[in-house]
């Protein structure tokens, strides 16, 4: 209720406050309007290391940068689906944000890889089994930490941003199933 006469009286007096007042002011009052955006909605997202590639960081051993994709945060927890890549917190250092693949659904029996103890697991109600494109050797996934929770999961890959060459929407559908 106060935010509207204040705006009227610093629009009225822009002499006291010039040109640049003014405009700060109105730049401020986007500032909750971008934070929330980008807390709940989406964000670009930079990729480090090589266990996406070669699906990201194609050019790892060509350039040092970095793709760059859209992170959809809106309702990332539903529906997921095989093939999918996800932002989520790294269970073994919950300030990491990491990139993977998921690779198997709840209830779905998988055949791991080394270092995993068993064989094959059946991921729980709630969990999902991720795997980087990278292989065994380029990527810390689900065979290093187990099925990670849903509720770890904070968003969906859906574009590549940059390089351009390879900028669009990520076409998880066609990524050939493991089995």
Known sequence: MAFRPAWSWIKRDRRRFGRTGYHLFAFA???????????????LAWIHGPSMYPFLNAEKDQTTKNDIVINYKLNAQYGLRRGMIVTFWN???PEIIAVKRIIGLE???????SPYPSSTVRVPIGHVWVEGDGGERLSRDSNNYGPISTN????????VVWPWHRAGKVKWEEFPRRE
Do not use: A
Request: aromatic share 10%; glycine share 10%.
């Open 152 to 159: 770890l999961i904070i968003g969906k890959v859906t574009h």
């Open 29 to 43: 009052t986007w500032i909750p309007v971008i934070s929330m955006f980008h807390h709940y909605i989406g964000e």
């Open 107 to 113: 209830g779905d029996i998988i055949r791991t890889r």
């Open 91 to 93: 269970p073994t250092d």
